[in-house]
């Protein structure tokens, strides 16, 4: 998980000057009359409370009772930046869960006192979530505003990216790729620059964030509370039905080695940004590395169950023994072709690189000499009697 990126310079004892605006003073205010006997409003460093001579507040081993609301401002207003956060968290924020959690690890409030997160705030507070570079700064009235922007785009200027306001255009952003593609994986690397969301509000910039990366928040949230149910591959593949009920069937070979490869296919950080926790079955791990994604994979998703059945297809057909006349140049071409178009780095070769096993016009000139008329490549299987049929697909 990426950690919060602060000014370096800050010291201990930095305050950033903030105001107490009335809106916060007015609830911290309600908060203190609807108590229950001996009960206190607690913010960093002090405690309010309300009986029948006015308020009491104190502050670092301060009592001063009997306050009135001019008073009660005045001696206030050295505590406004623990009063505004107070606000913020309690009643802008509001329930505890995962958006309030989510917006706290944006600026370490869990980790640094007040007047060091005002001070790093004054100057930007930033967090990266998968592709999404989020930016947390504070206003002199201790409110939070948070811009958004692809991870690539950092060093850009406001008035060189398209910019947002609304978090639901963020869902024209996410459904392309950068060559106008669809994107069927969420959470797949693919997402395009060139946009900004440059002043929005926690609710906002929680919103936008959600609709990016939809569910990541909640459950990054429920593994930290030690709450993610986790729906492993065997548990998943019971509940299929229809077209997919052949993949529960697809359970040949040792070490479950074709769910491994199913994880190596699908699950890598090239490919998903998440960290896949589903294991096999709760009981046998896979022998595939789950990738070091910020927000955890909970169960193996739409995309792998489709890709899956699709593989259990084409694992049923027999498998036969075919030979090939290649020289040693044109075997070591295919592989570096087969590895290319896996890792997508097809774009990556250009067309005078014709050194590189993939380039197109190298690929051309195999394809010449070694397909046949009908596209197909020219080898001769040693069991002549077999079918020669795939799926056609």
């Known amino acids: 998980m990426t950690d919060a990126t602060r000014n370096d310079t800050t010291a201990a004892g930095d305050v950033v000057d903030v105001d107490l605006p009335g809106d916060a003073f007015d609830a911290l205010l309600a908060a203190a009359d609807t108590l229950e006997p001996d009960a206190v409003v607690r913010f960093e460093g002090g405690t309010l409370a309300a009986d029948d001579d006015g308020y009491v507040l104190e502050t670092g081993g301060d009592r001063r009772p009997g306050l009135g609301d001019r008073e009660l401002h005045e001696a206030l207003a050295d505590h406004a930046a623990a009063v505004t956060d107070w606000y913020l968290f309690e009643r802008v924020v509001g329930e505890f869960g995962p958006r309030r959690a989510f917006l706290r690890w944006l600026e370490d409030a869990d980790g640094l006192p007040v007047a060091r997160r005002y001070a790093a705030l004054a100057d930007g507070v930033v967090r990266e979530w998968g592709q999404l570079r989020v930016t947390a700064t504070v206003t002199d009235r201790g409110e939070r505003r948070y811009e958004v922007r692809h991870v690539d785009d950092a060093g850009v200027a406001h008035e060189d990216l398209t910019a947002h306001d609304d978090p639901r255009e963020a869902r024209e952003i996410v459904t392309l790729d950068a060559d106008g593609r669809y994107r069927p994986l969420k959470t797949a690397p693919t997402l395009r620059t060139g946009w900004v969301f440059p002043e929005l509000g926690p609710r906002e910039a929680y919103e936008t964030v959600e609709t990016v990366y939809p569910a990541t928040v909640a459950n990054w949230y429920r593994e930290r509370e030690g709450e993610l149910d986790v729906d492993h591959w065997r548990e998943t593949m019971a509940r299929q039905s229809g077209i997919y009920g052949v993949v529960e069937t697809w359970d040949r070979g040792e070490g479950h080695e074709h769910v491994n490869w199913v994880a190596e296919t699908c699950c890598a950080d090239s490919q998903c940004l998440k960290r896949r926790e589903w294991e096999y079955d709760a009981d046998t791990d896979l022998d595939v590395d789950g990738g070091d994604g910020v927000f955890p994979c909970r169960e193996p998703c739409s995309l792998v169950v489709s890709a899956a059945r699709k593989w259990t297809r084409l694992e049923s057909e027999p498998e036969r023994t075919y030979e090939f006349e290649l020289t040693p140049s044109e075997k070591e071409q295919l592989e570096a072709l087969i590895d290319a178009v896996a890792d997508g780095r097809i774009d ?4 005078a690189d014709v050194y590189k096993g993939a ?23 040693t069991d002549p009697d077999g079918d020669d049929a795939g799926d056609g697909e």
Not at 348 to 351: A, D, L, N, V
Not at 364 to 379: H, Q, T, V
């Open 359 to 381: 380039n197109r016009y190298r690929t051309r000139f195999l394809r010449a000499k070694r397909f046949d008329g009908d596209g197909n490549l020219c080898g001769v299987p």
């Open 348 to 351: 990556e070769i250009r067309e």
